[in-house]
């Protein structure tokens, strides 16, 4: 069955570095497109990123542009997110999801925090 | 930009009773790039229905979805216990690429 699963969030800094993982299973990794999309605490779902299958493609919302980094290893099946430069504004759990047009297997999510 | 909006934000209802949620866009969204899911607390959200009418895997028929253009609307045809959580349109298409709706709570009355 499909799996993803998240790591990496935390506590940081404001102005700090975090890099999300997302190890998938259960599926042909390198065949599908993967997005990247967070939750504040107590607000709705915020679309964040995506990926094409090769890397070649990637789209990101405009609040993340050039601070955050999709990308992927379709060697070891994974996904990462690297953030840098980030605020208050970024602290939610980010979820790592299956394709981009429809979000059809979704990870636990892993929660960041930024703080001081 | 497209922007999604749920109403009602909150309902109020029993088990057993019909339930349909209403999702407008502020432009057309193709029917082929609109999505509903369900998320309970705590829990990542699960797709139910894509391109618009289509149940996703595993699904349970009292689901269903419907509309085109602008006004969509998601069915649950009997609540069940287990159906009290939030619900949430997608669409996808013009930048931001991917949309969310604000998302509709369905609660124990």
């Known amino acids: 069955q499909v799996q993803l699963v998240e790591s990496g969030g935390g506590l940081v800094k404001p102005g700090g570095s975090l890099r999300l993982s997302c190890a998938a299973s259960g599926f042909t990794f390198s065949d599908y497109y993967m997005s990247w999309i967070r939750q504040a605490p107590g607000k709705g779902l915020e679309w964040v990123s995506y990926i094409s299958s090769s890397g070649s493609i990637i789209f990101y919302t405009d609040s993340v542009k050039g601070r955050f980094t999709i990308s992927r290893d379709n060697a070891k099946n994974s996904l990462f997110l690297q953030m840098n430069s980030l605020r208050a504004e970024d602290t939610a759990v980010y979820y790592c999801a299956k394709d981009y047009t429809v979000l059809d297997y979704w990870g636990q999510g892993t929660l960041v925090t930024v703080s001081s | 930009e497209i922007v999604l909006t749920q109403s009602p934000g909150t309902l109020s209802l029993s088990p057993g009773e019909r339930v349909t949620l209403s999702c407008r866009a502020s432009?057309?969204?193709?029917?082929?790039?609109l999505a509903w899911y369900q998320q309970k607390p705590g829990q990542a959200p699960r797709l139910l229905i894509y391109?618009?009418?289509s149940r996703a895997t595993g699904i349970p028929d009292r689901f269903s979805g419907s509309g085109s253009g602008t006004d969509f609307t998601l069915t649950i045809s009997r609540l069940e216990p287990e159906d009290f959580a939030v619900y949430y349109c997608q669409q996808f298409g013009s930048s931001p690429r991917v949309t969310f709706g604000q998302g509709t709570k369905v609660e124990v009355k």
């Open positions: 432009q057309s969204v193709s029917s082929s790039y």
């Open positions: 391109d618009a009418s």
